[in-house]
Each structure stands twice: as structure tokens, then as C-alpha cells.
């Protein structure tokens, strides 16, 4: 079984401040990890995805994750907040291997970024 | 490209009705997942079909809801008779076999008074 922990459901920072929303996984076998991006009445978008390449994973945007395995973490980060980045972000995560493996999602962190 | 088409965008209907939700996956996609989406409960899965096979029906909380997809470019998500309590925005999302990614639709708002 897996799940993800995301650390904050509501996260403020200033236009021009780093971004930072954290999240945890857990998993028994090495994971397949997965930022997405909610827009207002909008569906998810696919931010960027860890598959066991490299450990730094460059998104859309501008967005960037780190996988941690020591960790256990995938921190979404993004060095200058613009204002087009307010929206709800959810971190995921489903077993690396094999066909289809089913996708669980965390409960979302809403980013307000302040002018 | 056209992406994950749902229809209707917004539903509101009175308790006890029939409500069917629509959608189109992304062509040459062989997975189709719905899900719910609602303040207190998050982004559930509801129900998810591999080439146009349920596959996992756990998440469906009621008999009162049923999925079906005849085709690999139509799926249907009825609820009958509609509760309060299934007010929600419900989402269609496709994917391909072996990447586990989703691309979702823009999800129906779906109100039951």
C-alpha cells in the first residue's frame, strides 16, 4: 500500500518568495511520484512526475521536486512566486512497477501568493 | 489535441433524480478513471476501466451509483436516485498503460437539492 502526507493545507507567500510545499510518501516498494496543479474550476494538470531517473525533476512553470529517498520526500519548489501560481497542488503516488498501479493522491495544499 | 471532454459542465437537479454524467477520454488512452471531488472528503477514486473493462469498483460509495463504457471513447457515470449528500464535482480522467499519469477533464459540477 501507499499513500502521501502533505505537510499544510494552506500555504501564503509573497510574489517574488521561494515556494515551498512539502510532501511524504509512503510506499513499500520504490514509487512512481506525481505533482499536479488545480486551477479554479478547473481539473488536475500534470506538474512534473518522478519514475526513478534522475532525482531532480524540472516541471511546467517552473516548478521543480526533489526526490529524498532517505526522506522519504518530494518537496515541490519553485524559486519566485508569481502570482499565476495561486491554485491547489496535490502531491501522488503509485507503486513503480508493473502495468497500471493505482494513483493516491494527497488531500491538496491551496497556495495563496500575496502582491 | 483535444483533451479529457466531460459534459455537463454544471447539473443541478432535485433529490430522487436520475443524473448521468458524460465523458470522452483522449483518443488511443486505455485507461478511464472517475473520480469525486468534494471539500470534506478530498479526490476520491470511484471507479477506473482498462480498455473499457471496470477494473476496480471499490470507491463507488452506493448502489445508487453506476459506471458503465461501452466504447473506448465514451463513459458514463449515473447516479439514481441522487442524494444531497453527492453534490460534488465529479472527474473523468484518461491515461495510458504503463505511465500512471492522468489527464483529467474540467470535471461536472454536479448540485442535488
Known amino acids: 500500500a501507499q499513500s502521501v502526507t502533505q505537510l499544510g493545507s494552506h500555504v501564503s507567500v509573497s510574489e517574488g518568495a521561494l515556494v515551498l510545499l512539502r510532501c511524504n510518501y509512503s510506499?513499500?516498494?520504490?514509487?512512481?511520484l506525481f505533482w499536479y496543479v488545480q486551477y479554479p474550476n478547473q481539473g488536475l494538470q500534470l506538474l512534473l512526475k518522478?519514475?526513478?531517473?534522475?532525482?531532480l525533476v524540472k516541471g511546467i512553470n517552473g516548478f521543480e521536486a526533489e526526490f529524498k529517498k532517505s526522506e522519504t520526500s518530494f518537496h515541490l519548489t519553485k524559486p519566485s512566486a508569481h502570482m499565476s501560481d495561486a491554485a491547489e497542488y496535490f502531491c501522488?503516488?503509485?507503486?513503480?512497477?508493473?502495468?497500471?498501479?493505482?494513483?493516491?493522491f494527497g488531500t491538496g495544499t491551496k497556495l495563496q501568493v500575496i502582491p | 489535441d483535444a483533451g479529457v471532454i466531460q459534459s455537463p459542465r454544471h447539473e443541478v437537479t432535485e433529490m430522487g433524480q436520475e443524473v448521468t454524467l458524460r465523458c470522452k477520454p483522449i483518443?488511443?488512452?486505455?485507461?478511464l478513471f472517475w473520480y469525486r471531488q468534494t471539500m470534506m472528503r478530498g479526490l476520491e477514486l470511484l471507479i477506473y476501466?482498462?480498455?473499457?473493462?471496470?477494473?476496480?469498483d471499490s470507491g463507488m460509495p452506493e448502489d445508487r451509483f453506476s459506471a458503465k463504457m461501452p466504447n473506448a471513447s465514451f463513459s458514463t457515470l449515473k447516479i439514481q436516485p441522487s442524494e444531497p449528500r453527492d453534490s460534488a464535482v465529479y472527474f473523468c480522467?484518461?491515461?495510458?498503460?504503463?505511465?500512471?499519469?492522468?489527464?483529467f477533464g474540467p470535471g461536472t459540477r454536479l448540485t442535488v437539492l
Open positions: 518522478y519514475t526513478s531517473a534522475a532525482t
Open positions: 480522467a484518461s491515461g495510458l498503460q504503463g505511465y500512471n499519469e492522468q489527464f
Open positions: 476501466f482498462n480498455n473499457n473493462v471496470p477494473i476496480d
Open positions: 483518443s488511443g488512452h486505455d485507461y
Open positions: 501522488a503516488v503509485s507503486l513503480g512497477f508493473g502495468g497500471y498501479q493505482k494513483v493516491t
Open positions: 510506499s513499500s516498494v520504490p514509487p512512481y
